[in-house]
Structures are given as C-alpha cells and as structure tokens.
C-alpha cells in the first residue's frame, strides 16, 4: 500500500515518487527510560505543531516526505539542536504574525493558485533583439545546410588526391614529396 505525505498541500506518494523517503510521525517511547520519553514526546509535539495536526487521528500512523527535511531527512532523536529533528520545510502553512504555540494560533495556507493572470515571464529582450536572434537561426541553419551538401558533394578517394599537391597538403598537413 503506498505512502503519502502528512503535510497539508504535499501530493508524494510513495508508489510515484520512487526518489523520496517516506518518514513516520514519531511516536512517545515509554520503555527507554524517563528522560527518553520527554524527548520523544517534546519531539512528537514538535512534528505535530509543524504539520497542524491534532493528537491521534491521522498523526497515529502518517507520514512525512524527504521533501520537509532540510538534509532529506530527520535527525537523530537525541539531537534535539538540528533543524531536521522535526520538518520544517515546506510546511503548506504559516502562523499569523500574532499566533504562538501555546495559544493554539491560527494557520493560513500558503499555497495560492497561479493563473495566466499572475504568471509572468520576465527578460531584458526586446522584440528586435528576438527578431535578430531568429534571423541569426535562420542564416546560420542555411549555412550549415550548404556546408553538410558540400561535405557529401566531395569524394575523398585516392583518385581525387592524386596530382593534387594542395589538397593532400590541406587534408594531411604534409607536403607530397613524403609521400
């Protein structure tokens, strides 16, 4: 069964995007000792706060794509001080100026839909230097044109080189009298 990406806006899945690494939520980890289980539970809340996800649910079993590391993919879970201990990248959302974490802040999509109207092209040419360019195409397309027929005109046989000092000095370098 395929894999898909946790992150609200992220359409990998694992059975398309043969490239990407596929990260599960982390989960609290009870057995290991009481400092490791603050870690890993400061380390789920982390992940859960990222992604605006809410306890249980889909946070349960859901995963995270390479793309939302800064290296591809998380840290260890003792390195509490990288940047890839929770995702981080391309998170689909961003916290109103005035949103914190304990106050349970107010996301807004980030994603926007791009239309003809906002897509935009920008360059430093104008239409005559496009018109230059594409007549510069023409001339040299013709010449190289002229230059393949002239190749394939020309017979190189010992016959045509025969008697003909210049040619055999233009194709070889050397002079006829080596030869």
């Not at 990406?5 to 009481?34: M, Q, W």
């Not at 929770?86 to 998170?91: D, V």
């Not at 839909?113 to 195409?137: G, I, N, P, Y």
Request: glycine share 6%.
């Amino acid at each position: 069964m395929p894999k898909f990406c946790s992150v609200y806006g992220c359409a990998n899945r694992s059975n398309r995007e043969k490239d990407k690494l596929f990260f599960c939520i982390p989960k609290v980890v009870t057995h290991k000792g009481e400092r490791f289980r603050l870690i890993t539970e400061k380390r789920r809340k982390k992940w859960l706060e990222n992604l605006n996800l809410k306890p249980g649910g889909r946070s349960d079993n859901g995963r995270v794509c390479s793309d939302h590391f800064k290296r591809g993919c998380p840290s260890l879970t003792a390195d509490v001080t990288s940047p890839d201990w929770a995702p981080s990248l391309k998170l689909g959302y961003e916290r109103t100026p005035n949103a914190t974490a304990d106050d349970g802040g107010e996301f807004l999509p980030i994603y926007e839909k791009v239309t003809f109207k906002t897509a935009a092209c920008q360059t430093d040419m104008s239409m005559r230097d496009l018109t230059r360019l594409e007549k510069t195409l023409k001339d040299t397309t013709s010449e190289m044109h002229k230059l393949r027929k002239r190749l394939l005109d020309n017979d190189f046989t010992p016959q045509t080189l025969e008697g003909n000092d210049e040619k055999i000095k233009f194709y070889t370098g050397l002079p006829i009298s080596l030869f």
